[in-house]
């Protein structure tokens, strides 16, 4: 089967003066359409600047990634922006939805950069919030909501354009326990409806419960990959 | 994304800073309302003279008079024309002259310029003007076919003098109108009478002109005139009926028009008097005269001037016309109003420099939402674009405000103007004109300076990192 994500030998060095920080070091690997991948790791290993890379909101100093056959070190900076509306979705510990705009408008924003007109941007964005059961909120500002009421915000906003990947940078890191593990449903749940999920997290038995698979980060680099399930089994 | 989208987000993100915004746009409504009234007072006043040069028929008129020698062409060193102009003296300007120049096509009429000092005297006051002479057929030309009471005289001969309002002052008379009823205490000090201009029709007035005392002059003449200068000189009274008083100017138009005394020239070439345009009248008494030294020729329209004039100065004369002066006068303008745009641009650079300013602020604080933008799928364009209509609806909404407040500026100062400098006139003035292209241009002008002031906040918003943006909370 073709590969939905490759990396290979990827590096991200940030340069201080004389110093070099090396946060992502000859990193390569590779996930399949479908799969639901958990990348854990130490504070400082690399976790969220592999993200950053794979969602293009960051370029490598060297190495390659491909999305599907495309290759994100060889594009511009109009087709990063294509790539990161319609190949990927992002979500983060702090949700970054935008506090002035409701639910709804939070996710239709994404809509309108995907050029959707206005009506079709309001019925999608009912229906995708209706899929994260916060239907009823729509009409509620993020300080408004609940921690866990806005990550599900943020996810029926990184699904708003059919992205192929699902990039998930510590979920339920601002959440409680109770709440974190009906997220970490909510985005199995996703994952078997066919939405392909790399996600970045310290919960060591929540990554366990629901990945098929495992890598461990240290020092930018994967030091550990072990294989949970198969993608055909359910967590 | 689509337009209606950017423009929602970009009001959403103006309103959601009201004071700021207003602020900011409060700026742009003071520099373009400055800008607005500035330029429609340079138009205004373009149109004012202009008006008022059409109005009095002053682009039909022409001065001829017998050419100079060249002075400046003498001294750099132009010795054939200096020789020619000594050996073959310009042609006069006599009543052949004037006849033959009625005969060019599109010329209604010629008369030669008379002018000379007198005293006139009416209820006992007197006072000194040049009286001029014209012939009755100018009645039926502006502005001596339209006068505030009586009318222009009919006979090139007779007694009668046509009064501008200037000369009234100075004789002490107040005209009675609907501004004017009584005297004020500085009037009456000065023991001015308030009259109706009508009941003045048909009074009597005296021009006192001043004739040389032949049985005074003896010996060397250079001498006497000097010595008993005085004593040289005899007044003689001549009565005169007022005929007719003309409309107060609105102080655009040449003064020859609206101020001074005219009498009928058959009238005027018979009244007793010394010619101080010329010495040796004075010396030698008036012989058979030379010429005059200049004469007014009227066309039928503006595009006969062209033509007449240069047949009349292929015949060896010199002609001054306004037309000639237009194109200067609207350099002139041009320079006038530019000076005045300039201090209103001076003006809303300063609001450029706010809308800038206001703008960076607002990135710096919105610098995740930004990110975040960036994240879900913003390219650089599109945030470009959002800051940019951000930029664009203050110069809008500030142009049109702009525009309302330079117009009740303009009205204000108008009536202001109006009621300061023509309090006392039957009529007022518009000093300000704004024109439709002024609105326009103003609107365009107001959004794009504000787009000029958002080129570098909106290129600085496209350009921040979203992983910056997005890293800390
Ligand atoms: N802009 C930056 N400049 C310098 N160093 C950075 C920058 N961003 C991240 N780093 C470093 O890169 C390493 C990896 O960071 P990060 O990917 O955020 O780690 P994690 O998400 O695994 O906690 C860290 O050592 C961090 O200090
Ligand atoms: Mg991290």
Redesign the interface.
């Known amino acids: 089967m073709k590969h939905l994500l490759k990396i290979q030998n990827c590096y991200r060095i940030y340069f201080k003066g004389t110093i070099q920080i090396q946060a992502v070091r000859n990193l390569s690997f590779s996930m399949r359409s479908g799969e639901l991948v958990s990348i854990i790791g130490r504070s400082g290993s690399g976790k969220s600047t592999l993200l ?1 890379l794979i ?1 293009g ?2 370029t490598p100093n060297q190495g390659h990634i491909w999305i599907q056959d495309k290759d994100l070190t060889r594009m511009n ?2 087709e990063l ?2 790539h ?3 190949m990927v ?2 979500i ?1 510990q ?1 949700f ?3 506090p ?1 705009r409701t639910a709804l408008e939070n996710v239709s ?2 809509l ?7 009506s079709e941007r309001e019925q999608t964005a009912i229906r995708l919030l209706d899929s994260v059961g916060l239907k009823d909120r729509m009409n509620h500002s993020p300080g408004e909501l609940s921690g866990g009421e806005c990550q599900r915000v943020a996810i029926a ?2 699904l ?2 059919r992205p192929l990947l699902l990039l998930a940078d510590e979920p339920t890191g601002n959440l409680d326990s109770k709440t974190a593990e009906d997220i970490l449903d909510l985005l199995r749940k996703l994952n078997r409806k066919g939405v392909s999920i790399l996600m970045v997290t310290h919960d060591q038995l929540g990554a366990e419960r629901i990945s098929h698979r495992r890598l461990q980060l240290m020092d930018g680099t994967i030091i550990k990959e072990e294989q949970l399930r198969s993608l055909h089994e359910t967590g | ?2 337009p ?2 950017l423009t929602r ?1 970009a009001l ?1 993100n103006l309103w ?1 800073t009201k004071l700021r915004t207003f602020l900011t746009t409060l700026g742009v409504i003071i520099g373009i309302g400055a800008l607005v009234s500035m330029v429609s007072f340079g138009i205004g006043m373009q149109k004012n003279v202009t008006a008022a040069f059409y109005e009095n028929d002053l682009f039909t008129s022409m001065l001829v008079s017998p050419q100079q020698i060249d002075v400046n062409k003498a001294i750099s060193g132009d010795m054939e024309g200096m020789v020619n102009a000594l050996y073959e003296p310009p042609p006069p300007l006599v009543d052949s002259t004037l006849s033959c120049f009625q005969t060019f096509s599109g010329v209604v009429i010629s008369f030669p310029e008379i002018r000379f000092p007198v005293k006139i005297r009416f209820a006992g006051n007197e006072t000194r003007i040049n009286i001029r002479a014209m012939p009755a057929s100018m009645g039926q030309y502006k502005p001596f076919n339209d006068l505030l009471a009586g009318s222009f005289f009919k006979s090139d001969s007779q007694n009668t003098i046509i009064l501008s309002q200037n000369i009234l002052k100075d004789l002490n008379v107040k005209l009675k109108n609907r501004h004017i009823h009584h005297l004020t205490l500085e009037d009456s000090l000065k023991s001015t009478v308030l009259i109706e201009a009508d009941s003045m029709i048909g009074d009597s007035l005296d021009v006192i002109t001043s004739v040389v005392d032949v049985t005074k002059m003896t010996g060397f003449p250079g001498f006497s005139i000097k010595g008993h200068r005085r004593m040289l000189f005899k007044e003689i009274i001549n009565p005169f009926q007022i005929g007719g008083i003309q409309k107060a100017g609105s102080g655009f138009e040449a003064p020859s028009m609206i101020s001074g005394a005219i009498i009928p020239i058959q009238t005027a070439e018979m009244l007793p008097r010394v010619g101080f345009n010329n010495i040796w009248d004075v010396l030698g008494g008036k012989h058979d005269h030379e010429g005059y030294g200049s004469a007014i020729v009227r066309v039928k329209h503006i595009d006969h001037v062209k033509a007449v004039q240069d047949s009349i100065e292929s015949m060896g004369y010199s002609v001054f016309s306004i037309m000639d002066q237009l194109s200067e006068m609207k350099k002139g303008f041009l320079i006038f109003d530019m000076g005045l745009g300039a201090i209103g641009t001076i003006a809303l650079i300063v609001a450029a420099l706010g809308i800038i300013n206001t703008m960076v602020m607002s990135i710096l604080e919105r610098t ?2 930004i ?12 945030i470009r674009t959002i800051f940019f209509v951000e930029a664009g609806m203050i110069g809008l909404i500030g142009g049109i405000f702009g525009l309302l407040l330079g117009w009740l500026v303009t009205k204000i100062a108008n009536a202001v103007a109006n009621m300061i400098f023509l309090k006392e006139m039957d009529f007022s003035v518009n000093f300000f004109h704004i024109p439709f292209w002024l609105i326009l241009s103003a609107i365009a002008f107001s959004i794009g300076i504000s787009l000029l002031a958002g080129i570098y906040p909106a290129a600085r918003a496209a350009a921040v990192n ?2 910056e943006a ?1 890293r800390h ?1």
């Open positions: 950053n969602g909101l960051d900076r109009t922006a294509r990161r509306r319609y979705g992002m983060f702090s970054n939805l935008i002035s924003l994404a309108a950069f995907g050029g959707k007109g206005r906003r990184a708003a354009n | 994304m689509k209606d989208e987000i959403g959601r995740r939402e990110g975040i933008m960036k994240a879900i799928g913003g390219s650089e364009g599109e979203p992983v997005l909370d």
